[in-house]
């Protein structure tokens, strides 16, 4: 008998929860969509990028997107999850780009079209302001070094200092790399110079820059390589370089990055 | 979407050499969770006071928390605390980490299977003077282990599993190599599918071995 109300309550609650998951994808649905929309997706963990502020998404790279759709006529529909599976959302077809610092390497340029490139970033050593033995790149020869998965560090050190024989520690996420350096667990902590600028600022972290910045790489919007991603890129390309040439992307880098980030530093 | 096998099997060859550390954090792991959780389960099935209350609590609170979580206040939160943890490796926080709360499952795995040793038989030792330390050595616990081995298994494959959570810690395991490699040329989908199959090679190896060791168990029945 108990076991008979028990399942009872069970059924009538799974039922409840599909008439109420029904109605919800019904109602999406019913509603009328006359503008264009671009799907996107971002990390919404990486400052000064992509971050949620107050709730809401924002960040340079959502920022300069949401503008250019925006101007283009587009409304964008983010989605937000974890770099490797904002690549696996993008392959899928299920976002149209990602708004998240995707630096342009060849392998990547083999997979998809990027756009105009919105982001120069240099690499950068940070070390521990306590730590005086480490104040310049020479210093950290044959020491350990916190890196980031997914900016590939490892190979991007090696062709800076191929004779350095700098260890690097790569983790799954920034949180990682930082909190090792806080607590002094390596020697120091490489990642995109202006990425490195800011988070210390914001997050007001006990480390100082050491030596200058080296191997610089531009960033940009990736699209699928198929008939509506060359649509996408292009139109956002021409986009991006129109508001590059009006001052808006500066004024935007400005904001984020306290710098302008959006000239190669390089030229 | 163009699925390069080739890329596939070099990412193979290229994480196989990461599966002893993926393999030694799952195996240390699973014997320090083996032994304290045996503590745990023989501490509520004696009903110990005082003892008894504090694994409840360690219970609830290991099973409840997130892994990830876990491994984060361990390695990162520690030092904060007590400086002396900041000395402490990745490696060993993961097999702590992980250890701490694979004992709290198998705790209750294991009282599962002493449980399932019926009260009779421990009266029937003590009828025919067997001391009841000799009883439960050699009578009730090999039983007790036989019956939870299907459910150590399970949580040892979770072990295997959880381990790649070490990236976190900087501590590149198998997956987090495929991660790396797959980060450079966004061919997440290959180096993933690689991942799978090493996985799925290590668990059928190891539910080859459970069964040889079912069946060793079972030799006097």
New interface residues.
């Given amino acids: 008998m108990k076991i008979n109300k028990v399942l009872g309550t069970l059924v009538t609650v799974i039922l409840a929860a599909g008439l109420i998951a029904g109605c919800g994808s019904s109602e999406k649905k019913a509603a009328p969509s006359p503008e264009k929309v671009i799907r996107a997706g971002c990390t919404g963990v990486s400052y000064p990028d992509s971050f949620k502020e107050n709730g809401k998404l924002t960040g340079y790279d959502v920022e300069i997107l949401e503008l250019a759709a925006k101007n283009l006529g587009y409304k964008v529909e983010w989605v937000n999850t974890d770099?490797?599976g904002l690549?696996?959302q993008l392959?899928?077809?299920k976002i149209d780009t990602i708004a998240n610092n995707v630096s342009i390497?060849p392998?990547?340029k083999e997979?998809?079209y990027f756009s105009e490139p919105f982001l120069y970033e240099g690499t950068q050593f940070v070390a521990h302001k306590d730590n005086n033995e480490i104040n310049k790149v020479e210093d950290l020869f044959g020491k350990t070094v916190?890196g980031v998965?997914?900016?590939?560090h490892?190979?991007v050190v090696e062709q800076a200092y191929p004779n350095g024989n700098i260890k690097i520690?790569?983790?799954?996420?920034r949180?990682?790399?930082m909190?090792?350096l806080i607590?002094?667990?390596?020697d120091g902590y490489v990642n995109a110079r202006n990425v490195l600028v800011a988070t210390i600022k914001k997050a007001n972290l006990p480390f100082k820059l050491v030596g200058d910045l080296f191997v610089i790489r531009p960033s940009a919007y990736?699209f699928l390589k198929n008939e509506k991603g060359k649509k996408l890129n292009d139109e956002f390309t021409k986009e991006i370089q129109r508001l590059r040439k009006d001052g808006t992307m500066k004024k935007i880098s400005e904001k984020y990055y306290g710098t302008d980030v959006s000239v190669n530093p390089g030229k | 979407m163009t699925f390069d096998i080739k890329y596939m099997l070099d990412v193979l060859k290229e994480i196989i050499p990461y599966t002893p550390i993926t393999l030694f954090l799952a195996i240390a792991s699973m014997l320090l969770a083996g032994i304290l959780g045996l503590g745990i389960a023989l501490v509520k099935q004696f009903q110990i006071p005082v003892l008894k209350q504090m694994v409840a609590v360690y219970v609830s609170f290991f099973r409840s928390i997130p892994t990830i979580v876990e491994l984060f206040l361990i390695y990162y939160g520690l030092p904060q605390v007590f400086p002396v943890f900041s000395k402490m490796e990745a490696l060993s926080a993961t097999i702590l980490g992980l250890s701490l709360k694979n004992a709290a499952y198998l705790s209750e795995i294991f009282r599962a299977g002493l449980l399932s040793v019926d009260d009779g038989q421990m009266e029937a030792c003590i009828g025919v003077g067997i001391s009841k330390l000799y009883a439960y050595q050699h009578i009730i616990l090999p039983q007790a282990l036989q019956n939870a081995l299907p459910g150590m298994s399970n949580t040892f494959i979770s072990v295997i599993k959880e381990s790649s959570l070490a990236f976190t810690l900087g501590l590149v395991d198998l997956f987090a190599q495929a991660k790396l490699i797959a980060s450079d040329s966004f061919r997440f989908f290959e180096a993933y599918l690689a991942v799978a199959v090493i996985f799925w090679a290590l668990v059928v190896i190891m539910t080859l071995f459970q069964q040889r060791l079912e069946t060793y168990m079972q030799r006097y029945r």
Avoid: M, Q, W
């Avoid at chain 1, 998965?149 to 590939?152: E, I, L, Q, V």
């Avoid at chain 1, 520690?169 to 996420?173: L, M, P, V």
């Fill in positions: 770099f490797a690549i696996g392959d899928a077809g390497t392998p990547r997979k998809y916190a998965a997914g900016s590939n490892l190979k520690r790569t983790y799954e996420n949180d990682g790399a909190n090792d607590n002094k667990r390596v990736p």
